[in-house]
């Protein structure tokens, strides 16, 4: 098989996108990864971080949020999507109308339920070797977040744990018990 390239990936995008399928994709090495709908569980997380770094992060105007849609050309030439994903505003003054061609200060990959963890945890890393601020890895199952520096061991948080990325987002504080999706009561379920 010969190697993909970035143009290649907009081809298979502008393919998908005429056949109303709706699939993310990577390139890694020359090769291309297509992914399918993520698990609920792993969506919800995502959109729950997403929400919240939103809401620190816009009336400061510190820079830009994304979701994982928002591919970035890596300085290797792969293109990756993380899960979650932010750029300081002095790196990204304006979002352009294709990949972003750089790596993203902050990346966070979630565990889908069909993931495995030791894959999750090293695509973060090499966001980090690349260039990223801070690394995330969520794993849902075990509810812990890992978070990845260049300098220092990872730090992993649990329950009863409070997340700060004191270098991208001074000030905020999120629990980590926030992350997971609310179990409703029955009385909160009635209208």
């Known amino acids: 098989m010969s190697t993909m390239t970035v143009k290649d990936i907009e081809q298979v995008q502008t393919a998908f996108s005429e056949a109303g399928l709706d699939y993310q994709i990577e390139l890694e090495d020359g090769r291309l990864s297509i992914m399918g709908p993520s698990d609920i569980v792993s969506s919800e997380i995502s959109s729950r971080l997403i929400a919240f770094l939103f809401a620190w992060v816009n009336p400061r105007r510190l820079g ?80 812990t977040v890992k978070i990845y520096r260049s300098a220092g061991e990872p730090q992993i948080l649990q329950n009863g744990d409070i997340l700060t990325v004191p270098e991208l987002f001074p000030g905020w504080e999120l629990p980590v018990s926030e992350l997971w999706p609310p179990i409703f009561t029955e009385e909160e379920t009635q209208l």
């Open 64 to 143: 830009r949020v994304f979701d994982s849609a928002g591919g970035f050309i890596m300085p290797d030439t792969n293109v990756k999507a993380p899960d979650v994903s932010f750029v300081r505003a002095a790196r990204l003054r304006q979002s352009p109308r294709y990949f972003g061609q750089l790596v993203p200060d902050l990346v966070v990959e979630i565990k889908s339920q069909s993931d495995r963890l030791q894959p999750i945890e090293t695509k973060v890393l090499k966001f980090v070797e690349l260039g990223a601020i801070v690394g995330i890895a969520i794993d849902p199952d075990a509810e």
